[in-house]
């Protein structure tokens, strides 16, 4: 490991290299980070997801004391770099299990600088739901009771992991809690879920609706019957009650 690739001030520099103030302005409308919006206080400079992984790529081995100082910037793309990183780490097979329990702990006491969605899809999975997917899981419930959107959001988007080893039970679990959450970004990042769940287990799938959707929040159930075919999709969008 070369000594750039240990230290986060490093990757911080070849970042700001790259921004644009152009592409600055275009995600702060795209992330809707305007006072009172989603995530309010964020400073973005401007940096394509394609072109941050890119970056990254040199820096995948900075180890948890680094990354918590990503983390802890206020520009958007720097904390996307950690999380991203943070991400890689955790799913490649040759992380020892003591490197992904630090990855998850760094994860868990620093939610807080988790702030949009695009923030959570791109690390809830590999490090919160790759790590527990052997161990309990009490943890995605107390987040899923949280009053901050984005813990609530890491819950349910965490369980992605498991459905690709088919194990729906907590994603179905979750998504039953969430169900009068008064979030948009939830109602979507739990539809979106149900789906991943339904193409493993279209019966699972068929039972939850059956019971929830005269009561479900019309974007989430529009996304979780997105790959219904358009009889199936008109009978549970028909029995959906006026809210």
Sequence with gaps: MTEASCRAEHFVEQLMACGSPDG??????????????????????GVRAGQLASLCKPFIDLPPSEIEKLLESPIHEVRAGGLHIMAKQAAHKKTPSSRK?????????????????????????????????????????????????????????????????????????IAEMLLNDKQDLIHKATGWMLREAGKKDRSQLVSFLDQHAGVMPRTLLRYAIEHFDQAQRAHYMGLKKVR
């Design 101 to 173: 329990k630090e990855l998850f702990e760094l994860y868990m006491r620093r939610t807080d600088r988790i702030n949009n969605w695009d923030l959570v899809d791109g690390s809830a999975r590999d490090v919160v739901g790759g790590y527990l997917v052997d161990k309990p899981r009490d943890i995605l419930y107390k987040l899923a009771r949280s009053a901050d959107l984005w813990e609530r959001r890491i819950a349910i988007v965490s369980t992605s992991y498991f459905i690709r080893e088919h194990d729906l039970t907590d994603t179905f679990n």
């Design 24 to 45: 600055a302005e275009k995600a702060l409308r795209y992330f809707k980070t305007g006072k009172g919006e989603y995530g309010e206080g964020d400073v973005f400079i």
